[in-house]
Each structure stands twice: as structure tokens, then as C-alpha cells.
């Protein structure tokens, strides 16, 4: 649990950022070489490599250099891990807001009945 836990915490702080947001969102449509996806950001390549540094580090990408050309892709797996805690807080809100429904409901359907 400690494990998926720090994971989790690593890819969202990972994802806090949006550059790096920008980034994970380019590469979950296919590898990509760094200088491609540095292209968009008004930023020297530096900066860039910094947010590609804390995207690798914490797992959401892999990069690999063949010659001078760094390529980097997504790592759907940590990318599911996230996904899925989202998931489980969705339901568990849209569960408390369905029971809330309800009961506004019942609530209200009484003051019309009391009212008549």
C-alpha cells in the first residue's frame, strides 16, 4: 500500500505541472523525439529538459538516446495507476451526490405534501 501510495503521489506531482500535463497528453499519442516536443513551449530546451527530468524520474515517461536524438514515450501503466484513483474518488462523489439527491428529493416532496 506505502508503495502505490508514493507512486501515486510521484505521477501527480509530476502531473501538476502544465508543461509536463502538455507533454504526457502529446506522448500518449506516440513516442516522440525531445526537440518535437519542446517545439510548443516558449521556453529554452533547459527548462524543457528539467520537466522531462522530473516526468522520467517519477515513471509517467521513458526517453532513450539513439545518437543524438532523444526519443521519450509514455508509461501507461503509472499513467493507469492515476486514472484509477480518480476513478475510485469519482465514484465514491458521484455515490454522495446520487444519496444527496435522493434526499433533497424526499425532503422536498414532503414540504409539497405538508403544504397541501
Not at 60 to 83: D, F, H, P, Q
Request: proline share 4%.
Amino acid at each position: 500500500m506505502e508503495h502505490y501510495q508514493s507512486s501515486l503521489d510521484a505521477a501527480f506531482h509530476a502531473l501538476a505541472d502544465p508543461t509536463r500535463r502538455a507533454v504526457v497528453s502529446r506522448l500518449t499519442k506516440g513516442p516522440a523525439p525531445v526537440k518535437e516536443l519542446a517545439e510548443p513551449f516558449d521556453m529554452g530546451l533547459p527548462s524543457f529538459m528539467k520537466h522531462l527530468r522530473v516526468l522520467e524520474k517519477d515513471g509517467l515517461i521513458s526517453s532513450e538516446k539513439v545518437g543524438r536524438v532523444r526519443t521519450c514515450w509514455v508509461n501507461t501503466e503509472r499513467l493507469a495507476g492515476a486514472e484509477s484513483w480518480l476513478s475510485e474518488q469519482r465514484e465514491l462523489w458521484q455515490a454522495r451526490t446520487d444519496r444527496l439527491a435522493d434526499y433533497v428529493e424526499t425532503q422536498m416532496s414532503r414540504s409539497i405534501e405538508d403544504a397541501s
